[in-house]
């Protein structure tokens, strides 16, 4: 039973599909009004409900967080396709979207460019260390802080000369990731490849799909770099939006 005012609350705010007041709620699920706080109140303190001001209510950034980790990866991948392709084309370089699971970052689709007049690197798919590829560090720089700091505090392995993996220099990574809005990986993962990445997020909640570009290092230069973190921040947009709609 308190279950089931708790679901017909929620389903009350979503419907609504804007900041709604109390009485507003409490007339559309016929709770008592003292019920109908006290409960609202309680959805509030565990983020399944904002509250924007006093006594409007929204649906919250965690709900928001569960449907998307809830999203399979073939609707996920559908949704940001489009905007994957057109990023490759434009970069020319292969495009791929990742995402947060069991407490790790999995690349679970990659786009190419249509152009074939010059080779292009391809990522894979499949698991990447939080600490050493750019499409996990820009969802690691975005997580809780208790999340970052078990990946600091954790082993960490080197796949390359390059891979970083000293804690405070991490550290500093994650803040410069931050401040920046995308991450970079130079031959981290493999001599001669890297990539950078941008954090999709919707809302004020972390990180739970990153977009990413790869190529090699002779085109992935610092300048290039940078050019390309500032339009995948753009693209990550868009990507947002699709994983919203296609929800």
């Known amino acids: 039973m308190h ?9 009350a705010v979503a419907v609504a599909g804007r900041a709604v007041t109390t009485p507003e709620i409490q007339q559309a699920t016929g709770l008592p009004r003292p019920t109908c706080y006290r409960l609202l109140q309680s959805l509030a303190e565990h983020r399944l409900l904002d509250e924007p001001e006093p006594g409007r209510f929204l649906i919250g950034e965690r709900l928001v967080r569960l449907a998307l980790l809830g999203q399979t990866d073939v609707d996920a991948s559908a949704a940001a396709a489009p905007t994957l392709r057109e990023a490759a084309d434009r970069f020319g370089e292969a495009v791929f979207l990742s995402r947060f699971r069991n407490r790790g970052v999995e690349i679970i689709h990659v786009e190419t460019p249509q152009d074939a007049t010059r080779s292009f690197v391809h990522p894979g798919l499949g698991f990447r260390p939080m600490h050493a590829c750019s499409c996990s560090k820009v969802i690691a720089a975005f997580a809780e802080d208790g ?16 891979t970083k993996h000293d804690p405070e220099a991490l550290r500093a990574e994650f803040e410069t990731v931050r ?16 990539s950078v990445a941008a954090p999709i997020r919707i809302g004020n909640i972390g990180a739970t799909f990153s977009i990413g570009a790869t190529g090699p290092v002779r085109r992935f230069t610092e300048k290039r770099r940078a050019e ?14 699709a994983l919203q709609m296609h929800g």
């Open 3 to 11: 279950l089931e005012r708790l679901t017909s609350l929620l389903e």
């Open 147 to 162: 999340f970052r700091e078990d990946i600091l505090n954790g082993p960490m392995r080197r796949y390359t000369p390059q």
């Open 179 to 194: 401040m920046t809005g995308y991450a970079e990986c130079v031959e981290e993962i493999e001599v001669g490849v890297s």
């Open 228 to 241: 390309i973190g500032r339009d995948l921040r753009e693209h990550a947009d868009k990507v947002a939006l």
